[in-house]
């Protein structure tokens, strides 16, 4: 089984720059999740979709982040206008259903300088 | 709300003698709780969970975790560590909408 592939792996950008990551969770998994890991802090959940519909996007900070998840398979987080305090490892992972743990990606650490 | 805490920021232990990390628990109902590991420049990767059943719940790698109700705890266990064990540790909860993780614990492990 393939795992979560996120790309790019790294991503230095300027503030007030633009950025988007992609992820393509494993087939059939109907969850996907997109985590903000600030370094030295456990993952924190940006935004939930069930299928191409958002279940939770409650702590997404809505001014500058968005996310889509077309046709409920890939997903592309954005972040418009960045901040110095977007640096972060942004992680994804996708999920079968709820009695089940998350898999996640190798994620992709944004500096912003 | 549910959420987890892991006491300590850093375990350090030296190869060949057991090791365990801390974790609490707060929710409503049910727990679902999770162990994953975090290497280096890398995702975090499923290590055990406990749904249901047994208290003592075996996962990858040689670890085992200890779920106590009573103490709304759910320690991650090994009886002898490695080296190559040493990355950091994060439990998590979750309920039907999504999963919190704990701050992590950093496990060194000296040869």
Not at chain 2, 58 to 65: D, I, L, Q, T, V
């Amino acid at each position: 089984e393939a795992g979560v592939a996120q790309s790019p792996r790294y991503k230095i950008i300027e503030k007030r720059q633009s950025v988007a990551f992609w992820c393509n969770p494993i087939s059939g998994h109907a969850t996907l999740y997109w985590y903000q890991q600030i370094l030295g802090q456990g993952p924190k959940l940006l935004i939930q979709f069930q299928n191409n519909g958002v279940v939770d996007d409650s702590q997404l900070p809505k001014d500058r982040f968005s996310a889509e998840r077309l046709k409920g398979v890939d997903s592309t987080l954005k972040i418009q206008p960045a901040k110095l305090e977007d640096s972060a490892v942004y992680l994804c992972a996708s999920s079968p259903g709820t009695a089940y743990g998350y898999t996640f990606g190798s994620g992709t650490r944004l500096t912003v300088v | 709300a549910q959420s987890v805490a892991q006491p300590e920021d850093q375990v350090n232990v030296a190869e060949g003698n057991p090791l365990t990390v801390k974790c609490t628990y707060s929710v409503s109902g049910n727990p679902y709780l999770f162990w994953y590991v975090q290497y280096p420049n890398r995702g975090l990767q499923f290590l055990l969970k406990y749904i249901t059943g047994d208290n003592l719940v075996k996962g990858s790698y040689g670890f085992e975790a200890e779920f106590n109700k009573s103490q709304t705890s759910f320690h991650l266990k090994k009886p002898s560590a490695l080296v190559s064990d040493s990355a950091l540790y994060f439990c998590a909860v979750r309920d039907m909408y999504d999963m919190r993780f704990g701050a992590g614990t950093r496990l060194t492990v000296k040869p």
